[in-house]
Structure formats: C-alpha cells, structure tokens
C-alpha cells in the first residue's frame, strides 16, 4: 500500500493545471478547427500545431502562471496566417466597441470633430477622407476631400512633419474651445474657413444623404452595424431623395466595412424587389435564408419560417450608380454584387476587400474578447455563390493625390459620367 501511494504521489507530482494561456489557446483552437468555414485551405491541426509550439516555448519559463496575454499576440499570429479579413481575434476593449456599434450608440469619451484625415505626399496639409454623420465636422460643413491647410491662422506647412500636424489639430481640438479650419475645396480650389468645437460625439455610423446641385442623390452608407437603424433610415431617405425630384442617385459604398446582415438585407429592398441571401454553415447541417418579400421580412431556418412586416418600405427605380473601392467589405460586398447581379446599376471603382461571400460570427474567449470566425458560405436565391470580391463595370483608382492637389474625386466624376451628368471641374 506504501508503494502504491508512492507511485500516486509521483504520477501527480508530474501533472500541473494548465496555464490561462493554455487554456485560452485551447479555446480559440477548436474554434478554429472545428467552425472555420473561410477561404483559407491551410490544415487547420497542423496550423494549431505549430502555434502550440510557439506557445510552449514562450510559457516554459512561467508554466501554470503563464498569463492571458501572453497567448493573445499567439492567436492573433495564428489566425493572421489564414489571410482572411473576417477571421480575427478581438480584445475586449475592441468586443464593447463592436457591441456599442451594434446598440447604435459609440460615445467617443474624448472631445471630438468627427473627421479621418490622411497625410498628403510633400505636404504637412490633411486631407478629409471621412466624416461622421451628426458630428461637429458634418454640421459645419466639412466634407469628403477638404484639404486642411491651416488650423487657427497657423499653416500646417510650418510644422516639422505628418505627424506634429495631425497631433496639432487633435490637441487644439482638445482644448474644448472652437477651431477655425482653413481649407480648400474643389477643383476650384476654393478658400474657406470652417468654426468648429470638439465634443464628445456617437460614433456609430448611419446613413446620410447629400443632394448635389444637379440634381443628383449620392446616399452614403458607412455601415450595416446599428441594429434596427440602418435599413429603416435608408428607406426614408430613398424616400426623402424622391420627395426632393432627385434625377438620380449615387449609392456610396466605397469604405463600407459591413456589419449586420438583416440591416444590409432591409437596406437592400430600397433597390431590389427580393433580396435574398441564403447562408450554410461547414457541415450543411445549418440553413438559414434571409429574404424581403411583399413588405415582410422572413428568415427561414432549416425549414421553420419567421416574419416580421416592414412598413413604408420605399424603392428606389430611378437612374443609379453605385460606389465601391478596395475598403468596401462583407454586407457592402454583398449590396454591390446583388444589384449588379440584378443588372440594375453599374459598379464604379476597384474590386472590394474580398470577404464578400461568407459571414462571421464572434465567438466569446475566457479572457472577455472573442475570436471572430468566418462561420457561413452565401448563396443568391438562385443557389449560385455570392462572389467573394464585387468587380467594378468601370474601374477608376480612387487617386487621393488627384483629390488633394485638384479636389477632383475620380471615381464620382466617372459615376456622374455614367448617369450622362458633367461633372464641374
């Protein structure tokens, strides 16, 4: 019996518990293995396998103490390696910003104006490629291709590079009193000043509509990711653009990351008579249809139908053209294919990010992130793929040096060429 104990208490000396990196390597692993239904065709044990290794050798020295985030920069090598933008992992800190996105209400908690600005080549100056709907950028005026050349009577030619000139603004903007922007606009390069005071602001993204003085729409969609906001607010502003003798309308796309696929479906019956997506997962053992049919949405699992009605649904049949570039992603991937599928408009830019033909789904870690996993392949109603990349009918580079130095935005000018509309130059 002596011997016996012995023997015991040497077999358990030699186990230990595993680390919590092991044990959230181990989780992000078989999410891994078992629900990847991506484009990627590593081996996906050998793919973990090796991962394995690296993590052995960096937890030798700690052993069961070996932390969470030591396993993180793992994983996210690990997933890095299937080359597919919607297969990644999240941090926690990045899971509540996606959650407060999809809950339409992203409080920035720091004084903001609501713009992206790039650096120019040979210049200190900023160019505006991006504003927030709502924010104090978008009341006052900004706009997509604004050049920054000066913030407060100071040109940002005077400072030593990029990066003083993009802190210069972001601190004046802090101080919580107005900024006056000095800008140019168009291809006239026209003067302006523009006053505005940083605030905190939401930066979920919704959809906007700009009517140009020709006559022409162009409605831009960020996003898909406020749940119950999106589809419902580009319905009435197809509606508002026909109230206003609209003669045509630009879908702006380029940038569209995604998000919900019910918001991209209801968006989309603004310009198809049914959209449709079906989604299956790796097994086919799951079946999920999504589709808009006489006013009423209806999701269709594994044969058991739910349906909801959708009142004042608007539709757009009037002269279109729609936007794309290499940023628009998933359910902007999807909208694009859809419409040029249904020859309804033609696509103007370059080809998109190229996730555009599976889902993603997060799956929660121990550690309060997640893995986002590409979970399901898309299918039109007529059971052909959704394509992974929407392919442009007029390819036009999105030339940013072409809007900095002429205030000319290509890819718009072809689009307006499209609708048989000069642009003003």
């Given at each position: 019996m002596r011997k016996l104990f012995a023997?015991?208490?040497?077999?358990?000396?030699?186990?230990?518990?595993?680390?919590?990196?092991?044990?959230?390597?181990?989780?992000?692993?078989?999410?891994?293995?078992?629900?990847?239904?991506?484009p990627a065709t590593l081996n996906l044990?050998?793919?973990?396998?090796?991962?394995?290794?690296?993590?052995?050798?960096?937890?030798?020295p700690q052993k069961d103490t070996c932390s969470y985030d030591q396993a993180v920069p793992i994983i996210q090598r690990m997933v890095g390696e299937l080359n597919d933008n919607h297969t990644y992992y999240l941090s926690p800190e990045a899971l509540r910003g996606t959650r407060e996105s999809r809950q339409g209400n992203a409080p920035s908690r720091t004084l903001r104006i609501g713009?992206?600005?790039?650096?120019?080549?040979?210049?200190?100056?900023?160019?505006?490629?991006?504003v927030v709907e709502g924010g104090p950028a978008d009341e006052a005026g900004l706009a997509y291709g604004d050049r920054i050349i000066a913030v407060n009577g100071r040109p940002l030619s005077e400072l030593p590079d990029d990066n003083q000139?993009?802190?210069?603004?972001?601190?004046?903007?802090?101080?919580?009193r107005p900024v006056v922007l000095t800008i140019?606009?168009?291809?006239?390069?026209?003067?302006?000043?523009?006053?505005?005071?940083?605030?905190?602001i939401n930066l979920a993204r919704f959809p906007s509509l700009k009517m140009r003085p020709d006559g022409v729409a162009v409605l831009k969609i960020p996003d898909f990711d406020a749940q119950g906001q999106v589809g419902r607010r580009v319905h009435e502003l197809v509606r508002e653009a026909q109230q206003k003798n609209a003669r045509a309308l630009i879908l702006e796309l380029r940038g569209n990351s995604g998000g919900l696929l019910n918001e991209m479906i209801y968006s989309a019956a603004a310009f198809l008579d049914e959209p449709f997506v079906a989604l299956v997962d790796r097994y086919q053992t799951e079946r999920t249809e999504f589709r808009i049919r006489d006013g009423r949405f209806i999701v269709t699992r594994n044969g058991q139908s739910e349906n909801a009605n959708l009142p004042s649904l608007a539709r757009w049949r009037g002269p279109l053209v729609v936007l794309i570039d290499e940023n628009?992603?998933?359910g902007g991937e999807y909208l694009a294919s859809a419409i040029q599928k249904a020859r309804l408009a033609p696509l103007v830019g370059v080809a998109t990010l190229g996730i555009g033909n599976t889902t993603t789904r997060p799956l929660n870690l121990i550690n309060g992130g997640a893995l986002s996993i590409s979970y399901n392949r898309a299918?039109?109603?007529d059971g052909s793929p959704y394509p992974a990349k929407a392919t442009p009918d007029f390819v036009v580079e999105n030339s940013l040096e072409q809007l900095a130095n002429n205030g000319r935005d290509l890819p718009l000018e072809k689009a307006l060429e499209a609708l048989g509309i000069k642009a003003n130059r």
């Open positions: 023997t015991l208490a040497l077999v358990l000396g030699s186990l230990s518990l595993a680390s919590p990196a092991q044990d959230l390597f181990d989780q992000a692993s078989f999410y891994v293995e078992f629900y990847y239904n991506g044990k050998e793919l973990t396998a090796r991962y394995q290794s690296e993590l052995d050798r960096t937890c030798a713009v992206t600005h790039l650096p120019i080549p040979g210049s200190r100056d900023r160019l505006v490629v991006d000139a993009a802190q210069f603004l972001v601190q004046s903007v802090q101080t919580g140019l606009r168009g291809p006239q390069r026209q003067r302006l000043e523009i006053t505005l005071t940083g605030r905190e628009t992603a998933s299918f039109f109603a």
